[in-house]
Nanobody, 126 residues
Framework: VQLQASGGGSVQAGDSLRLSCAGS????????MAWFRQAPGKEREFVAA????????RYADSVKGRFTIDRANAENMVYLQMNSLKPEDTALYYC????????????????????WGQGTQVTVSS
């Protein structure tokens, strides 16, 4: 099983980035997928989650209205479109997969996710 995150980079405040996560070795379409992030010295925090059919999603309050999660099951891909980036968005971003096809009530808890990608760095300067 592999989740490969990509698309990070160094940008200015107000810019946009689109992160990608490619999954392999799992029945991708049956998993809830999520993005988390971790800044230096801080705990890993939830960013966004999407259920198997894209009919339901969740966002952290800090990114609502700026970030959008979507997926393409036919390509085993999940994305995170990040707009209006802020310096506080600077972190290592991880994609994660939960075996449940629906979004758990504990969607913001890292330990419910079975598989994790390696992370892609996003740096936003002011």
């Amino acid at each position: 099983v592999q989740l490969q995150a990509s698309g990070g980079g160094s940008v200015q405040a107000g810019d946009s980035l689109r992160l990608s996560c490619a999954g392999s070795g799992i029945t991708f379409s049956s998993y809830t997928m999520a993005w988390f992030r971790q800044a230096p010295g801080k705990e890993r925090e939830f960013v966004a989650a999407i259920n198997w059919s894209s009919s339901s999603s969740r966002y952290a309050d800090s990114v609502k209205g700026r970030f959008t999660i979507d997926r393409a099951n036919a390509e085993n891909m999940v994305y995170l479109q990040m707009n209006s980036l802020k310096p506080e968005d600077t972190a290592l971003y991880y994609c994660a997969a939960d075996r449940r096809s629906y979004i758990s009530d504990r969607y913001a808890t890292p330990r419910i996710y079975t598989y994790w990608g390696q992370g892609t760095q996003v740096t936003v300067s002011s």
